[in-house]
């Protein structure tokens, strides 16, 4: 991705160094373990039902935060790609006659203190809905690389663009809608709905996708880095690798194949239009 020398979001706090409020995940067995495999992909959505059972294991120290010359780039990196998704989801939002609000991102270390909660970097990256704020410990992007197999600059992009893609369902109000469903649905039918939720949230960064390659952003190889990320964090590829078999009641996000085809479809449409996941006949 072509990002050097570009526009820097003012949207960015950085707490990296600062810690959360004490303690560690809770829960236990399999069950538990699949929890945080499954959040660890690209969270969002309905984060404080996670978070809800999270607390962090920081320490809160007072010493500034030393980052090493990957970090810093990598730091830059992510506030040119915040820029990009506001340009983008301004236009957009412009254009059905309503007004964009920016997010704000934070880049955190070990731990994090959210309206959402308390979360480790063992969440992943997340949206808190309740902040309008996108959460990120910037060692994900060796995550990326080292577990999921998913290298690249725009695979970190596509993980950035996905949760701006919740903040988009929540400034338009279907994160509210599925906040209500949750009271009237049980577990299974309410796990449904949040793939289709989280399934959107791929197809809106495919949108963006296909703006910042329309603003001739992208490089070769740029598509391929995104869809590869979808495609290893999907709930079946997570689960068979955690405890050898997939649990399809189980999954929030959606398989492998769904992740990457709503990415892709985004890609091709590049309009809010086609991304009605929740009432597409199949996903």
Not at 109 to 121: E, H, K, L, R, W
Not at 204 to 229: K, R
Request: charged residues 20%; glycine residues 14%; negative net charge.
């Amino acid at each position: 991705m072509k990002w050097q020398g570009r526009r820097a979001s003012a949207n960015v706090e950085d707490r990296r160094g600062r810690g959360g409020g004490g303690g560690k995940l809770v829960g236990g067995g399999i069950g538990g373990i699949i929890l945080v495999l499954v959040i660890t992909l690209l969270s969002g959505g309905n984060a404080g039902d996670v978070l809800n059972n999270v607390m962090s294991n920081g320490s809160g120290g007072s010493e500034p935060y030393q980052e090493s010359a990957q970090e810093q780039e990598l730091a830059q990196f992510v506030s040119v790609v915040l820029a990009d998704t506001e340009d983008v989801w301004s236009d957009i939002f412009a254009q059905m006659g309503k007004t964009y609000t920016d997010p704000t991102l934070v880049m955190y270390s070990g731990s994090v203190d959210s309206a959402c909660g308390t979360a480790t970097s063992a969440v992943g990256p997340f949206y808190c809905p309740g902040d309008s704020k996108l959460y990120i410990d910037l060692s994900f992007y060796d995550e990326l690389q080292q577990r999921f197999k998913a290298p690249g600059d725009f695979a970190m992009a596509y993980v950035i663009a996905h949760e701006v893609g919740h903040h988009v369902q929540t400034l338009l109000g279907t994160t509210a809608k599925l906040d209500r469903a949750r009271a009237q649905l049980d577990e299974k039918a309410y796990n449904q709905q949040q793939v289709r939720f989280e399934l959107q949230a791929d197809y809106l960064a495919g949108v963006w996708a296909n703006h910042a390659q329309g603003m001739d952003l992208l490089e070769a190889g740029d598509l391929e880095e995104a869809l590869t990320a979808a495609s290893a964090v999907g709930d079946d590829t997570i689960q068979k690798q955690a405890q050898g078999y997939a649990v399809p009641d189980s999954f929030t996000h959606g398989t492998s194949e769904q992740r990457k085809r709503w990415l892709y479809k985004g890609f091709e449409n590049g309009t809010i239009a086609g991304g009605d996941t929740f009432g597409a006949a199949e996903l």
